[in-house]
């Protein structure tokens, strides 16, 4: 264990000592600080012209503060830095475990034809879009080199109750084979809901499967977003919710939003949906940059800025609804502020420093290519193929793994050196996104000025702090941050 030098032995007494935070000014009277280790405060400016002379009152609460949230030591502080260090440690313990979640896409085919997709296709053709029983069990044999204990495994398309039986096999292959791996393993299907079925849902059962459902809001914002053949994709998402609660449970099924242009003014009214179907909690999830989504109405009128107003109205309203004493938890936000209040990463994928594409999450396409996430396939569908880093088909765990194209793009992104992100407050609770960034200004590292990613973490951020000047809010915060 790395041992620092006693800050008595070379501070005089009565001084302290700042240890290492960056901070990001809020207005002219605010500044936000934070630490390595995600602790975070605000104070005013005078406050941190005084601190950084080193003439902080020693016995006020402010003092404290700083103190116990290492920002800065006393002589007598001996455990300050091992402290802090075993904090950092803590932030990044989830490496060691390296890869868990293994996104199997079993098919393109989809009954949907959702304005922003860019991966499904409407083919009536299974053996060009269907994920074959070889590819299924190479993949298989790579997840299984996996080091990590606690293994999610989850089924994509397309739709992928369209291969169903492909699911079936590998939930069954799987489950033979780790009887002698003994891992912890759980099995997650992405889907619409518009085609789930009694057996599919008695297989689901018997096999403790979740289900991941998309509800992009009311029935007309939802079917507009998510058109297919005879309009009902609301209904069939309802009816589909039913049974799946009734045989697996309420807490099996979740639901995922997209925004689309056309979501913007309807904040509220998603919310309102997600309540009346008996969710929770909900999480605002902005548009993917990516292909037809670029293309299309999903994003026009749609920046950053504008997404941030919607986020800050809806999660206001999500704040009143708590207020009235309505429990329901803006979910994105949960996974920032566990950040910001606590060393543990949640282990959002999007949110990982370094990122998460390829160590936390892998992605196995239907024809075998490996992907470092699921952004690199839609990027693959437009023709960039940077991300894909092997086959199945022809390649080792090994030769995957340590790929260049990965490698590079991870250590290029990585925000503790990356320029810009090594001097930002929001670093601790960010991540790295190369592949994003690849996209939009073709390098790992990206343009942070121009970034859409970086604007909004930053917004984010300044909406949360603003929020939690109320004490209410503070306190609700703490709350979701301690859920996930
Ligand atoms: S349901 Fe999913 S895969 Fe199908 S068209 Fe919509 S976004 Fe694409
Ligand atoms: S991406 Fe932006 S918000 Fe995130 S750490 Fe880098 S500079 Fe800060």
Known sequence: ????????????????????????????????????????????????????????????????????????????????????????????????????????????????????????????????????????????????????????????????????????????????????????????????????????LAFCREHRIFLSASLDGPEDLH???????????????????????????????SALMTTTAASLQRGPGIVDEYLRLGFHGIFLRHLSPYGFALKTQSYQGYDTARWLEFYEETLTYIIDLNRSGVRFTEQHAAIILRKMFSCH????????????????????????GVFASDESRMLMEMGDDTFRLGSVHEHGYDEIFSAPALLSALEDSFTLSAPMCADCACEPWCGADPVYHHARHGDPLGRKAESGFCQRMKGMTRIFVKAMEDPFVAALFRRWALSC
Do not use: W
Not at 346 to 364: E, H, K, Q, R, T
């Open 1 to 200: 264990m790395t041992r620092f030098l006693p800050a008595e032995d070379y501070l005089p007494s009565g001084r302290y000592e700042l240890l290492p935070f960056r901070f990001e000014r809020l207005d002219d009277e605010r500044v936000l600080l934070s630490n390595m280790a995600g602790e975070a405060l605000t104070v005013s400016s005078a406050d941190l012209t005084t601190l950084v002379n080193g003439d902080l009152d020693r016995s006020g609460a402010l003092f404290s503060r700083l103190r116990a949230n290492h920002f800065l030591r006393q002589p007598e502080d001996r455990a300050a830095l091992e402290l802090l260090a075993l904090k950092l440690r803590t932030r990044y313990a989830r490496l060691r475990d390296f890869t868990s979640l293994h996104l199997f896409v079993v098919t393109l085919r989809c009954d949907h034809a959702c304005r922003y997709c860019q991966v499904s296709r409407q083919s009536a053709d299974r053996a060009s879009f269907d994920m074959s029983r070889e590819t299924a069990d190479r993949a298989i044999d790579l997840l299984f080199r996996s080091p990590n204990q606690a293994l999610k495994v989850e089924f994509q398309g397309g739709e992928p109750l369209l291969n169903f039986d492909l699911i079936r096999y590998v939930v069954l292959s799987i489950t033979e084979r780790n009887r002698q791996h003994k891992r912890d393993i759980q099995f997650v299907i992405t889907t619409t809901l518009s085609l789930i079925s009694d057996d599919t």
């Open 223 to 253: 079917n507009a977003n998510r058109p297919r053949p005879g309009a009902d994709s609301h209904a069939r998402f309802v009816a589909g919710l039913e049974k799946a609660r009734d045989v697996l449970g309420p807490e099996a099924v």
């Open 345 to 368: 990463d949640p282990g959002y994928v999007d949110l990982m420093n370094p990122s998460g594409a390829g160590i936390a999450a892998i992605v196995f396409n239907y024809d075998g």
